[in-house]
């Protein structure tokens, strides 16, 4: 069985300061890694995926991420953080097998940036 | 601009009601998807379609039911609503057999009450 675990249900971060939103996964097998933004009253957006390759992935809004095998992980991170940036982050795996079409989600982490 | 749409952003039925909610996606996509949001659950999978007529039981099918008569077009089904399904719906369409991101709708808050 494939999982996700975010370990922090909230993360405070002061603008200007770098941020870092934590992400560990299991799975049997190579994993596609996804991790989704969602704003107030609103669907999943978005931000960026690890396939294969490099393992700094970088995304949407100047959010970037670090696959590392070893530890199981797939951090989000940015070098700044905006007010704007608050909001609730899901970080999502699926193997790479080609008819295991499930996408298996964390619970989230709320990020509020303090102006 | 891709597109997932739900057809309404608020629901409130009543306990025992027949409930559908209706999702289309204009994107071709052979893979669709039906999840419930909870604070401090994430997002679970409810069911899946991976073709026309085709559906697969996600994490927590029980009360629920689907259909996906056209490529565009998967509903989710409360056959029998309860209070205890009160809760965030989220569609999602994609590619099937790519490494592609799953494409969200807007979401439907459902209250059972």
């Known amino acids: 069985a494939q999982s996700v675990a975010q370990p922090e249900d909230q993360v405070n971060v002061a603008e200007g300061n770098p941020l870092t939103v934590k992400c560990t996964y299991s799975v049997s097998g190579n994993p596609y890694l996804f991790w989704y933004v969602q704003y107030p009253n609103r669907g999943l957006q978005f931000l960026l995926k690890?396939?294969?390759?490099?393992?700094l992935v970088k995304g949407s809004y100047g959010f970037e991420a670090e696959f590392n095998k070893s530890q199981t992980s797939f951090h989000l991170k940015k070098p700044s953080a905006l007010v704007s940036d608050s909001a609730l982050y899901f970080c999502a795996v699926r193997v790479s097998n080609f008819g295991n079409e499930k996408l298996t989600f964390g619970t989230g982490t709320r990020l509020t940036i303090i102006p | 601009d891709v597109k997932v749409t739900q057809s309404s952003r608020y629901l409130v039925k009543r306990t025992g009601e027949k409930v559908f909610l209706e999702c289309v996606q204009d994107?071709?996509?052979?893979?669709m998807f039906w999840y419930r949001q909870d604070p401090g659950l994430g997002l679970r999978l409810i069911y899946f379609s991976y073709d026309v007529k085709m559906k697969e039981k996600g994490d927590i099918p029980e009360g629920y039911s689907v259909s996906r008569e056209k490529k565009e077009r998967f509903s989710l089904i409360l056959e029998s609503a309860s209070t205890n399904q009160t809760s965030m719906y989220l569609c999602?369409?994609?590619?099937?057999?790519?490494?592609?991101?799953?494409?969200f709708g807007q979401g439907t808050r459902l209250t059972v009450v």
């Open positions: 999602a369409g994609r590619n099937r057999g790519n490494p592609n991101e799953a494409f």
């Open positions: 994107m071709d996509h052979e893979n």
């Open positions: 690890y396939i294969t390759g490099d393992n």
